[in-house]
């Protein structure tokens, strides 16, 4: 076992796409900077999230978008190619291999030293490598924490005996359970449901809720529930799963209404918990397993000094990798602020402050159909006690929407806050609704008036159309 020391100006622990950014942007701002990563540099979002779950859905909405085409949908008429899509799953996780990620952090100069990461005091970091060995690092301005989250697991009476599904197997599979139950209703349980049912599962959604995506405006969940019941899946609300065993290969489960309810997996899909139970957060006053707070220039809630960051999903504000970036571009701007003696531009919307983690949070959930939404939803916006005007329109009647497909189902809702005259939130929900989501990202973020929001002209025969028809609403 041999020990070195090393001193870089920041040290970033966990090099998933929010610790990348965060050590490319101090690069960019002049710093030194080394990335310390245990697993696959790239994170869960490259290799067990977001690449390969979105890879298994792509195939599922093409077919479904294909299927209301005259003349199309008998070509897609038949079950899909379940090796071919495994195939391109495994391709777009980059065959869990994480080479092209260091060429591009070699291109950025910045360094990586794989192994566990601790916090050892103010500025510290010691490293243990899978070697063995122990590296201890110093850091001359900062340090980030950027070690993401792990599924969160329900305290189950038998959960130990059964070997679930988490994210992980969900999204890396290379076998179709026969039947797989889904524990859970938000964005995992959905999109994993879609997935697997359309890959040949039987799926039995289990969700607490009374509807699915229970954080989104009510219409999302009910058009998504509408797509999956449509597909096949048997969804049971209101039901939790009280004890579970694994018996001759099968999952057996009791729900919470007294029923049985057996599979050959089970996937968990109840939520994330921080990854900081073993960053040494005690060594500098924190407590393991806690989220960790920031302010929005992201430096620790707690912590003197101005030199620890938390980036990412680890800091609980917004679980997605495009806002994890996000906060990344602005941690890594500020560290190198800070470290030049710069002044730091933190006031609402400045260069140094995550504004739009409070006020534009962009999300695609990627079903059949597709939920986008940024900002505020209708529950939200009655809670912050704003005036508020809700403006909904049915998308099927947009003239995008009749060429899209037949049968388009599809709604659309944009609140305005009345007294400034700007959108402060947008759900939509129908097929190809994702790609819409900046155009409302923009109004939402750029506080567009509605005056000029006038001006902005969506083409003829677009989606997009629903714009106009919401302003047309909204002034009667
Ligand atoms: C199934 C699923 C699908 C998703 N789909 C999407 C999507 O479509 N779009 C979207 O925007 N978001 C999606 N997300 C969310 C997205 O995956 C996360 O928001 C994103 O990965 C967070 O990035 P991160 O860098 O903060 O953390 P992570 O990606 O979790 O990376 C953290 C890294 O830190 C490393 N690490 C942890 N502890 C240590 C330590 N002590 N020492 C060294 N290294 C350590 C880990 O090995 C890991 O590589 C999805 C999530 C799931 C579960
Ligand atoms: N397309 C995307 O952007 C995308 C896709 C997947 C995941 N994500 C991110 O990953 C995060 C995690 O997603 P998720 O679906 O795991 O979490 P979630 O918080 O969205 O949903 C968790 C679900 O599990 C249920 N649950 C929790 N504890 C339970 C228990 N003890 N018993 C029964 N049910 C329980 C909740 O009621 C809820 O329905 C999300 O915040 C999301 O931002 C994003």
Redesign the pocket.
Known sequence: MTETTRTYDVIV????????NVAERARAAGLSAVI??????????SF???DP??ALLRPVVARADASRIPGLDPAVAGPLDVAAVLAHRDRMSSYWKDEDQVDWLNSVSVDLVR????LTGPKQVA?HTPEGDTIALTARHAVAI??????ALPPISGLDTVRPWT?RE??SADQVPGRLAVVGGG??AV??ATAWQALGSQVTMLVREHGLLDRMEPFAGELVTDGLRAAGVDIRFDTTVTALAREGGEVRMTLSDGGQLAADEILLATG?AP?TR??GLETVGLTPGDWLTVDDTFRVTGVDGSWLYA????NGRA??????KYQARIAGAVIGARAKGEPVDDAPWGAHAATADHAAVP??V?TTPEVAAVGLTSREAERSGRRIAVVDYDLAQVAGAHQYGADYRGWARMLVDTDRDTVVGVTFAGPGVGELVHSATIAVAGEVPLDRLWHAVPAFPTLGEVWLRLLETHRG
């Open positions: 622990i966990g090099g998933g796409p929010v610790g990348e310390v990563e245990r697993e696959l540099l790239g994170g869960e979002c067990w999230a977001c779950s979105k192994g566990h990461g601790r490293v950027s070690t993401g989250s792990r599924a994210s969900a999204t964005v995992v999109e994993m994330r990854q073993d960053v980036v990412g999903d680890v679980l997605m990798t495009h806002q994890g999300q695609v990627f």
